[in-house]
């Protein structure tokens, strides 16, 4: 059984940083692709990073490039989402997921999910 767990949220002043962490366990995931989705109050999931496991292919949304890093560790098994420069509007709950690497990195359909943990940002 797949189980993401996140975690790293917190309250921080526009400017600041974040590093959000995503532990996986439950399979091997070399042939899966993780993302990083967000959800804000009101408004729609959106996927804002995400990384081919077995190669380390990325995907950033424009809403977060230069300013977040994906990135994943072999040997913890998780995968880290580095937030710098931070903006009130990147306030959201924020998910990790997992799907096989099957499709484009784009694509948003994903399997597995954490729970989420939340990321406020203070104007």
């Known amino acids: 059984q797949v189980q993401l767990v996140e975690s790293g949220g917190g309250l921080v002043q526009a400017g600041g940083s974040l590093r959000l962490s995503c532990a996986a366990s439950?399979?091997?995931?070399?042939?899966?692709?993780m993302g990083w989705f967000r959800q804000a109050p009101g408004k729609e999931r959106e996927l804002v990073a995400a990384?081919?496991?077995?190669?380390?292919?990325?995907y950033y949304s424009d809403s977060v490039k230069g300013r977040f890093t994906i990135s994943r560790d072999n040997a913890k098994n998780t995968v880290y989402l580095q937030m710098n420069s931070l903006k009130p509007e990147d306030t959201a709950v924020y998910y990790c997921?997992?799907?096989?690497?099957?499709?484009?990195?784009?694509?948003?359909?994903?399997?597995?999910w954490g729970q989420g943990t939340q990321v406020t940002v203070s104007s």
């Open positions: 990384i081919r496991w077995s190669d380390g292919i990325t």
């Open positions: 439950g399979r091997t995931f070399s042939t899966y692709t």
């Open positions: 997921a997992a799907r096989r690497s099957i499709g484009g990195i784009t694509t948003t359909l994903y399997d597995y």
